[in-house]
């Protein structure tokens, strides 16, 4: 004889909304929601630090971009300091060049002086509408005009010929005007304009 | 609709309700303290059961119910989680042994719920009813609760704020519990025979079991106090002195130890052998384990 006692007569009350558990396989369900709530936290910290690491980067690299932009303008800057001293450099050269020319010239003025005569102020300007001719001013110091009769006599050896011709006296100095224009020795003492006309016509 | 959300959630849906009269109480109460409470009709004691299912004597006390109830209610309401307990019913109730009781699919079930059903003319209005058939006969083993001791008992509960997750009569627990210890074999080649004698909380139910058939049925709620003089308890055991056979051994089933027993049941039946199935809160591991 078999006798299995495995359950327990109950004789309580019975609740009559008593609920049978749910099937074991159900508790995926709960699992699989933690599951995802786990999963939403990773990612989203995940995404949260990226956010943050690139929101990092981004204003790195804008400091960076900002930092360069500013070295940029003190290069620009620095650039067109040397631009200009170039610049000027590039004048002072083609001065000095463009006066060596007149270095004999000047030389020639400066000797022709006597002994009691002194240049107060010498000019020479090379005007840019006609650069063929060469605006001389001189003031002297002078007791007379033999001194300037000399240096013109210079200047002349220099083949230098002067044209429209102003000589005044102010407070004791000599003060002389003239425009000048150089004589080609090998062009037989012709004036440009007599050239430009003798290659015109045959 | 919210609260079976939450009861997925936190798994407990995948539980049985605490009153779930299907599961066990293992299942019910995994990890939480709970006690056994075994009303007689003047005692209240009760046990602890821890959270391993480790029964601990806690307190008992004679006197009035209702009295009792409010003098130990709030201790057993502290030690338990939620004021869950589970009750063994020590009186008021009546075992005996029947015949030719329904033995339909599912009767078992059905005492419970519609005992008009199964018991027929034995029915009585205001009992609660429980049956272990005997597989290899026609007898039964009723167990007859009165309704009303049930119904007063949850109220004296419920108005301590204790909640009854099973109520059962503790004799007919442990006589079911030594008849499936001693009958484990299916089938009718080894017929067995024995007094199987049963103790719970001072009530006493002896049956005789001749070659699988159970011949005699004694019960008695109430019998004797416990750890007091147990003479009324040799006194219903005396009829059985002359029926039972030969060579015909005893299986006893006691809650607790009972003082003395041994000795009386030695005297009462000279050179008989003694299966004692008693061991300290017997009762409360059978039920926490079932």
Not at chain 1, 140 to 158: A, F, G, H
Not at chain 2, 105 to 128: M, N, T, W, Y
Not at chain 2, 175 to 189: D, I, M, Q
Not at chain 2, 241 to 254: H, I, K, S, T
Request: hydrophobic share 40%.
């Amino acid at each position: 004889m078999q006798i299995i006692a495995d359950q327990i007569d109950d004789l309580k009350t019975d609740r009559k909304d008593v609920m049978p558990p749910l099937p074991m396989v159900f508790r995926l369900v709960p699992i699989l929601f933690y599951g995802a709530i786990a999963f939403s936290l990773v990612v989203g910290s995940v995404a949260f630090w990226n956010v943050r690491v690139a929101t990092q980067q981004r204003d790195a690299i804008r400091q960076k971009i900002e930092s360069l932009n500013s070295e940029i303008a003190q290069t620009k800057a620095a650039r067109a300091t040397l631009e200009n001293k170039i610049r000027e450099a590039a004048d002072l050269e083609n001065w000095v060049l463009a006066s060596m020319p007149l270095q004999p010239l000047v030389v020639a003025i400066v000797r022709s002086m006597a002994a009691n005569s002194s240049i107060v102020e010498l000019n020479l300007e090379r005007d840019a509408e006609t650069p063929s001719q060469l605006r001389l001013g001189l003031r002297l110091n002078t007791d007379s005009d033999k001194q300037l009769e000399d240096t013109l006599e210079v200047i002349r050896d220099m083949h230098y010929r002067e044209f429209s011709p102003t000589q005044t006296r102010v407070r004791g100095d000599l003060d002389y005007k003239a425009s000048m224009l150089w004589q080609n020795p090998y062009t037989k003492g012709q004036l440009p304009e007599e050239r430009a006309q003798q290659a015109v016509e045959p | 609709m919210l609260q079976y959300v939450k009861a997925v959630l936190n798994f407990s849906a995948f539980r049985p309700e605490a009153d779930d009269p299907q599961a066990s109480w293992k299942n019910r109460f995994a990890g939480r303290p709970t006690t056994l409470v075994h009303v007689g009709r003047n005692t209240l004691s009760y046990s602890l059961i821890d959270a391993k299912g480790w029964d601990k004597f806690a307190e008992s006390k004679r006197g009035e119910l209702k009295e009792l109830f409010a003098e130990l209610g709030p201790a057993i309401k502290s030690d338990t989680a939620d004021g869950w307990c589970m009750v063994s019913l020590d009186s008021r109730y009546v075992i005996s042994v029947e015949n030719n009781l329904s033995r339909k699919k599912g009767s078992e079930e059905a005492i419970r719920k519609d005992p008009r059903s199964v018991l027929h003319a034995r029915f009585e209005r205001g009992k609660r009813y429980a049956a272990t058939h005997n597989p290899e006969t026609n007898t039964s083993i009723l167990l007859a609760m009165d309704e009303e001791n049930v119904k007063k008992t949850e109220a004296l509960l419920k108005e301590h704020k204790l909640k009854p997750g099973r109520i059962c009569c503790g004799t007919y627990v442990l006589l079911r519990h030594a008849l499936a210890a001693t009958n484990a074999k299916k089938g009718a080649e080894a017929p067995f025979s024995a007094l199987y004698l049963v103790c719970c909380n001072g009530s006493v139910c002896a049956l005789l079991q001749e070659k699988d058939n159970w011949m005699e049925l004694r019960s008695r709620p109430d019998l004797f106090e416990a750890g007091g003089d147990i003479t009324p308890l040799v006194d219903l055991l005396r009829p059985f002195e002359e029926r039972l056979g030969p060579d015909r051994g005893l299986v006893v089933a006691c809650d607790e130890p009972v003082a003395g027993l041994a000795e009386k049941l030695t005297e009462l039946f000279p050179g008989r052998p003694i299966n004692d199935l008693t061991e300290p809160g017997l009762l409360a591991k059978i039920l926490y384990r079932n």
